[in-house]
Nanobody, 117 residues
Framework: QVQLVESGGDLVQPGGSLRLSCAASGNIFAIYVMGWYRQVPGKQRELVATVSNNDATNYAGSVRGRFTISRDNAKNTVYLQMNSLTPEDTAVYYC???????????WGQGTQVTVSS
């Protein structure tokens, strides 16, 4: 079992910044991928960014250049620095961890990010 605890979601104005954190605990294998996804009501959950065990990153085109994902392996924690936020970034942001074989996805409870004037 893996548990993910997220924090950092808030209400911010357009152009503002937020930093999300997600700490993982439990039966985590040494090699794993962590990432962030987001979802708005009525839409599918979509990838925001992922970071692998060797720090390879992947970003959605809509956030590339504005968001930065990073991880601290010693703490099993992933971060998402979000800059230049727009109302289109408003969503529930979910932390994700993928590990094991076959790979299994674990999800956090979600943290609300609202970008509004």
């Amino acid at each position: 079992q893996v548990q993910l605890v997220e924090s950092g979601g808030d209400l911010v104005q357009p152009g503002g910044s937020l930093r999300l954190s997600c700490a993982a605990s439990g039966n985590i294998f040494a090699i794993y991928v962590m990432g962030w996804y987001r979802q708005v009501p009525g839409k599918q959950r979509e990838l925001v960014a992922t970071v692998s065990n060797n720090d390879a990153t992947n970003y959605a085109g809509s956030v590339r250049g504005r968001f930065t994902i990073s991880r601290d392996n010693a703490k099993n924690t992933v971060y998402l620095q979000m800059n230049s936020l727009t109302p289109e970034d408003t969503a529930v942001y979910y932390c994700n961890l993928q590990n094991g074989f076959p790979p299994h996805n674990y999800w956090g409870q979600g943290t609300q990010v609202t970008v509004s004037s």
